[in-house]
């Protein structure tokens, strides 16, 4: 399995980034999927994750300003970021689970910088 993740770079706050995961396999058999992302100094965090259903679910951080979605027929999950802050500034790792949260994939890691 796996997963190629695109998009990051450098952008002023108040921009916005679009961020994609392509799995090397269908998504649809994954649990879920999702972006997680670390900043210097922190732990890992859950940003946002979708569902094989379509639930998603977004850390309170971003709620408002993130989308999760996925495109089932071309494999991939897309973060679509607005309203950035400086403190959004991480790398974002895309993320799979399968066999029930059991089995977790990670993707390359892709740096958001978000500058004031």
């Known amino acids: 399995v796996q997963l190629q993740a695109s998009g990051g770079g450098l952008v002023q706050a108040g921009g916005s980034l679009r961020l994609s995961c392509a799995a090397s396999l269908s998504i649809l058999s994954f649990n879920a999927m999702g972006w997680y992302r670390q900043a210097p100094g922190k732990q890992r965090e859950l940003v946002a994750r979708?569902?094989?259903?379509?639930?998603?679910n977004y850390v309170d951080s971003v709620k408002g300003r993130f989308t999760i979605s996925r495109d089932n027929a071309k494999n991939t999950v897309t973060l679509q970021m607005n309203s950035l802050k400086p403190e959004d500034t991480a790398i974002y790792y895309c993320?799979?689970?399968?066999?029930?949260?059991?089995?977790?994939?990670w993707g390359q890691g892709t740096l958001v910088t978000v500058s004031s």
């Open positions: 993320n799979g689970v399968r066999n029930l949260y059991q089995d977790y994939y």
């Open positions: 979708i569902t094989n259903g379509g639930s998603t």
